[in-house]
């Protein structure tokens, strides 16, 4: 399995303010995501990180809110711009060896924010 | 159009007996992915088992077991003698390879072990 760290593991953010998630991988992987949970929900998918290109985001989630970047095949990083409470959540980076490797996706250990 | 169904918010179960969480699914593809996740009280998503579209005998590792019904489009997660240490959510979801295998995520049941 891969060994994946996110810093911070939790934060506490005043509303108008950004927040920059990272996501480190002990290994090379291919595909690398970002999900969002908010309390009591279950997992959604924000964006796939492309390296060397703009992320793939999911319907209702946009570049200007959450940038993200993924200068290599070990890291990416998710920001979350301009918060307001709503955006309370746990924020987790996912990734995967290969586009091959179905059978395989792993989670990071989450970042819990708290917008105040 | 894929989607997860966990039918079950809450079960109860005692310790050392088995228990089987509900998972159905619906997807037009024929080649697919399912996955149980375990979240404990800490956030973290442990990954537990995986059963692809096209395998014929049900996933098992260790307590967990798989129950693959696909004419049924059910993945049942079965975890035999129950720990207090299985308390936790947990999460079925799908992949879809011609979707660029993202995950999609049943709501999640919470199960409890009694002592």
């Known amino acids: 399995s891969a060994v994946i760290s996110q810093k911070p593991s939790r934060d506490i953010c005043q509303r108008g303010t950004s927040l920059t998630i990272q996501c480190q991988v002990d290994?090379?992987?291919?595909?690398m995501f970002w999900y969002r949970q908010q309390p009591g929900q279950s997992l959604t998918l924000i964006a796939t990180?492309?390296?060397?290109?703009?992320?793939?985001?999911e319907s209702g989630f946009v570049i200007d809110k959450f940038p993200i970047s993924r200068p290599n095949l070990t890291f990416s990083t998710l920001t979350v711009s301009n918060m307001s409470p709503e955006d309370s959540s746990i924020y987790l980076c996912?990734?995967?060896?290969?586009?091959?490797?179905?059978?395989?996706?792993?989670f990071g250990p989450g970042t819990r924010l708290t917008v105040l | 159009a894929q989607k997860i169904t966990q039918t079950q918010p809450g079960m109860f179960v005692q310790e050392k007996e088995a228990v089987t969480l509900d998972c159905t699914y619906d997807?037009?593809?024929?080649?697919?992915?399912l996955f149980w996740y375990k979240q404990p009280s800490s956030g973290e998503m442990i990954f537990l088992i995986y059963?692809?579209?096209?395998?014929?005998q049900n996933a098992t590792e260790g307590r967990y077991s798989l129950n693959f019904q696909k004419a049924r489009k059910s993945a049942n997660l079965v975890i035999s003698a129950s720990q207090l240490g299985d308390s936790a959510m947990y999460f079925c979801?799908?992949?879809?390879?011609?979707?660029?295998?993202?995950?999609?995520f049943g709501g999640g049941t919470r199960l409890m072990v009694k002592p």
């Open positions: 996912s990734v995967r060896r290969s586009a091959g490797g179905e059978n395989e996706q792993f």
């Open positions: 290994s090379q992987v291919t595909m």
């Open positions: 990180a492309n390296q060397g290109s703009e992320a793939t985001y």
């Open positions: 997807t037009s593809d024929q080649s697919y992915g």
């Open positions: 059963q692809g579209s096209y395998d014929e």
């Open positions: 979801a799908m992949s879809d390879y011609n979707a660029g295998n993202m995950l999609t």
